[in-house]
């Protein structure tokens, strides 16, 4: 559960911090605030990373629950290269390492015991994994013509895509299908297979190709590649 108690602030980091004999784990971050909100906490995480990590962008993301609330930080590029499991450690370690600062926290899993101010994730996603294939140099580039907001409004039921490119050996891989059905999140094939609508920064459209990246740290440049085949009217 979270909650608002007060613990003495510690002069280490979160992750320098060991659990005693009996299992117990105390942490408070010298940037803790009892009375601060989530938006005002996720206002000075924001800004707090975005001053100790001058060249990394983050998205920051808040949520409720029953008996807590979580802070994620979403990374949408950083100049390292985090394709190994060891990098993603060591930076996930340093990043929470800062947003614990701003919260407390008293553990005890022999108890089942866990209090603390919120719950926080450092997460490496396709933004990311994006961004490091552009600095890589992507396959199959696109000119990015067409916004993804303006393709969203472009794009019709009754029109075509074609799947030129996928990973994996998709078995989609050179038909032609229907959109059927246009949503807020994705857009629905004949067959009721479905894609979502990536990031502004996944995607790019010349009017007639269609690019979205899909990368993870397997294959950074991970992409889906469509051409576009509006319907006529008649």
Same mark, same amino acid.
């Given at each position: 559960?979270?909650?608002?108690?007060?613990?003495? &602030?510690?002069?280490?980091?979160?992750?320098?911090?060991?659990?005693?004999?009996?299992?117990?784990?105390?942490?408070?971050?010298?940037?803790?605030?009892?009375?601060?909100?989530?938006?005002?906490?996720?206002? =000075?995480?924001? &800004?707090?990373?975005?001053?100790?990590?001058?060249?990394?962008?983050?998205?920051?993301?808040?949520?409720?629950?029953?008996?807590? #609330?979580?802070?994620?930080?979403?990374?949408?590029?950083?100049?390292?290269?985090?394709?190994?499991?060891?990098a993603q450690e060591v930076f996930i370690t340093g990043v929470r390492d800062q947003i614990e600062r701003?919260?407390?926290?008293?553990? $005890?899993?022999?108890?089942?015991?866990? $209090?603390?101010?919120?719950?926080?994730?450092?997460?490496?996603?396709?933004?990311?994994?994006?961004?490091?294939?552009?600095?890589?140099?992507?396959?199959?580039?696109?000119? $990015?013509?067409?916004?993804? &907001?303006?393709?969203?409004?472009?794009?019709?039921?009754?029109?075509?895509?074609?799947?030129?490119?996928?990973?994996?050996?998709? #078995?989609?891989?050179?038909?032609?299908?229907?959109?059927?059905?246009? #949503?807020?999140? @994705?857009?629905?094939?004949?067959?009721?297979?479905?894609?979502?609508?990536? #990031?502004?920064?996944?995607?790019?459209? @010349?009017?007639?190709?269609?690019?979205?990246?899909?990368?993870?740290?397997?294959?950074?440049?991970?992409?889906?590649?469509?051409?576009?085949?509006?319907? =006529?009217?008649?």
């Amino acid at each position: 559960m979270t909650l608002s108690a007060a613990a003495e &602030a510690s002069p280490r980091l979160y992750s320098q911090i060991d659990h005693d004999d009996r299992g117990n784990f105390h942490y408070q971050g010298d940037l803790y605030r009892p009375a601060d909100d989530l938006p005002t906490l996720c206002r =000075r995480i924001e &800004a707090h990373l975005a001053s100790h990590f001058p060249e990394i962008r983050f998205a920051i993301r808040s949520e409720r629950f029953s008996g807590g #609330r979580k802070i994620t930080a979403e990374v949408l590029d950083a100049p390292e290269d985090l394709s190994t499991r060891e990098a993603q450690e060591v930076f996930i370690t340093g990043v929470r390492d800062q947003i614990e600062r701003f919260g407390f926290c008293r553990t $005890n899993p022999l108890q089942d015991y866990w $209090n603390c101010s919120f719950y926080s994730e450092v997460a490496i996603r396709q933004a990311y994994w994006g961004a490091l294939a552009a600095r890589r140099g992507k396959a199959n580039p696109v000119d $990015n013509l067409v916004s993804l &907001a303006s393709f969203k409004k472009r794009l019709k039921v009754g029109d075509s895509l074609t799947l030129l490119h996928a990973p994996y050996q998709h #078995r989609a891989l050179g038909a032609t299908r229907k959109v059927i059905q246009i #949503r807020s999140k @994705d857009f629905v094939f004949e067959g009721r297979s479905y894609c979502d609508f990536p #990031r502004a920064s996944n995607f790019a459209c @010349d009017g007639r190709l269609v690019r979205i990246a899909v990368g993870n740290e397997h294959e950074p440049d991970a992409h889906l590649l469509y051409q576009w085949h509006p319907q =006529r009217p008649e």
